[in-house]
Structure formats: C-alpha cells, structure tokens
C-alpha cells in the first residue's frame, strides 16, 4: 500500500488546487503515510500537513516510527 502522495502526486496536486480555488483550508494527506518520503512529498505538493495512523499502530517500535516520520518535515 503506498502512499497517495507518492503513487499518484497529480491526484493531491489537482485536490489542493481545486480546494484552494474554494476555500483557504489547510489540506492534510493521509492515505497510506508511513515513511520521511511519503511526508515531505505530500508537503512538496502543497499540503498543509499530513495524518498518520496506522504507520505508528502498526510498528513495532513507536517512538523510532514517530521519529522517522518527523523526518520528514526537515
């Protein structure tokens, strides 16, 4: 499962143009982050920040998934 970010930009590119023609909202990506990648990436392509779940949940090492993942905004 990879990240909406990183499998389809011009999917969340077009969503954050679209909105922003609407309402100034904050985007926030959340389908499928799990890595530093996924985070800056979603960032890059003008979201506002991004929500994570099961990227944390599922880890067997919380704290170290929570680090790499704030990486990512660097």
């Known amino acids: 499962y990879?990240?909406?970010s990183t499998a389809k930009p011009?999917?969340?590119e077009s969503i954050v143009e679209e909105v922003g023609k609407i309402a100034s909202i904050p985007i926030i990506a959340?389908?499928?982050i799990k890595s530093a990648l996924?985070?800056?990436k979603a960032l890059e392509l003008g979201?506002?920040?991004v929500f994570?779940?099961?990227a944390i949940v599922k880890a067997e090492n919380k704290e170290q998934?929570?680090?790499e993942l704030l990486s990512g905004l660097r």
């Open 2 to 4: 990879k990240a909406v």
């Open 10 to 12: 011009e999917l969340v």
């Open 30 to 32: 959340g389908a499928g």
């Open 38 to 40: 996924d985070v800056k």
């Open 47 to 49: 979201c506002s920040g």
């Open 52 to 54: 994570v779940a099961s």
């Open 65 to 67: 998934a929570i680090l």
